[in-house]
């Protein structure tokens, strides 16, 4: 039988501050948010299992546990390394015993923005970012690059994490405001850097991607790269990009078609001398 969930607890009385290390260890839980995603309510499961700490210690009936619990297993989708700035603001709601709707209502709005400015700020600029640092090193056979680029990447995200709980707890409401008033500008300006550094990664690591095409010409020979450098350093990988960028564009192909083309495209180019070879020896 489905549970009624009510529009106000039993208990109106304001709990105590949730200390220190309570919010630490839902920032710790908040990892497992996908643990248990589904397409019927996506993360709910690990939304609950992340806030549960605070919720336990907030309501001491057991009845408006029980409501709590219950409203906070409902839809829920967001950014994995922002939740917790919806935790801190509906802790801080739940703290305060506001009514159910009211907090149904914020933990809705505050999970839609957190999506495209995450991405922005993770997949378009740290990841980037942090792999342009590394990748050069790994190329070289640095054995640390690999390790260095998760320890950048894990302890961006976990600062973050730290920071965005015990701030929107403190802020309760406010920080969605504080958050959100911006935030056109700031997915913009990071989406360009993210896209800059794409760029500049194209340019760098794209340029093996020769052409081995030599025309005689008497005593002398016509080198086909040496040729195109003059016209456009690194054409050739500029134009593989923006093929790739059509066919997804165009045609819908996914990523993985793409990583099969460019593998063909290397294999058969090689095999008919246009590339460098491949094969050993």
Request: proline share 5%; net charge positive; hydrophobic share 50%.
């Amino acid at each position: 039988m489905a549970y009624n969930i009510p529009n106000n607890y039993q208990d109106l009385t304001p709990s105590a501050p949730l200390d220190k290390k309570t919010l630490n260890k839902m920032v710790w839980r908040s990892v497992f948010l996908q643990a248990s995603f589904n397409f019927e309510r996506m993360q709910a499961a690990g939304w609950l299992y992340g806030i549960l700490p605070g919720l336990t210690k907030i309501h001491k009936n057991k009845a408006d546990l029980a409501a709590s619990m219950s409203h906070n297993l409902e839809f829920f989708n967001t950014h994995p390394f922002l939740v917790n700035l919806v935790m801190g603001i509906v802790l801080s709601l739940e703290q305060n015993k506001a009514d159910i709707p009211t907090i149904r209502a914020v933990r809705v709005a505050a999970m839609g923005p957190l999506g495209g400015i995450g991405d922005a700020l993770f997949w378009f600029t740290l990841v980037p970012v942090a792999a342009g640092i590394t990748s050069n090193m790994a190329i070289n056979g640095s054995v640390i690059a690999p390790f260095l680029f998760l320890l950048i990447f894990n302890l961006v995200q976990f600062a973050v994490r730290y920071f965005l709980m015990h701030w929107s707890y403190k802020m309760g409401t406010e920080a969605i405001g504080a958050l959100t008033a911006n935030a056109k500008e700031f997915t913009r300006a990071a989406s360009i850097l993210g896209v800059f550094i794409v760029g500049s990664l194209t340019s760098l690591f794209g340029g093996g991607t020769r052409l081995n095409i030599i025309i005689p010409n008497g005593e002398a020979q016509i080198d086909i790269q040496h040729i195109l450098d003059g016209i456009l350093p690194t054409m050739i990988p500029l134009a593989l990009t923006l093929l790739m960028y059509f066919l997804m564009k165009r045609f819908k192909w996914t990523p993985l078609r793409c990583i099969f083309l460019i593998l063909a495209i290397g294999i058969v180019g090689s095999g008919f001398g246009l590339w460098p070879s491949i094969w050993p020896g």
